[in-house]
Nanobody, 126 residues
Framework: VQLQASGGGLVQPGGSLTLSCAAS????????IGWFRQAPGKEREGVSY????????YYRDSVNGRFTISGDNAKNMVYLQMNSLKSEDTAIYYC????????????????????WGQGTLVTVSS
């Protein structure tokens, strides 16, 4: 499966952005999709995850309540709605896919993902 992330940009603190992840080459029904981010000088971290098998969603604590992940299997798309953005959300955001059979609670382990998009830059600054 090939993934392409888009929707990044420059936004002021408190603003909103919606990232999109388009999948091709395979149906997303068999994959869980995660959003990761990497800020300069920091390690890549899991942001959110949606399982097409269970429909459950997961978030890291720092974005819970501000970000919303959603998927549209018919369109092979996954979205990350980001509200109340903070400067610490500044990073390159990646979407990634892993097979649905894996343990969902381990969604934030980037080693479990075989397919990655190219990343989209989100800059939160006034």
């Amino acid at each position: 499966v090939q993934l392409q992330a888009s929707g990044g940009g420059l936004v002021q603190p408190g603003g909103s952005l919606t990232l999109s992840c388009a999948a091709s080459g395979a149906t997303m029904f068999y994959y869980g999709i995660g959003w990761f981010r990497q800020a300069p000088g920091k390690e890549r971290e899991g942001v959110s995850y949606v399982s097409s098998r269970s429909g459950l969603t997961y978030y890291r604590d720092s974005v819970n309540g501000r970000f919303t992940i959603s998927g549209d299997n018919a369109k092979n798309m996954v979205y990350l709605q980001m509200n109340s953005l903070k400067s610490e959300d500044t990073a390159i955001y990646y979407c990634a896919a892993r097979v649905n059979s894996l343990v969902e609670s381990a969604w934030s382990d980037s080693r479990q993902y075989d397919h990655w998009g190219q990343g989209t830059l989100v800059t939160v600054s006034s």
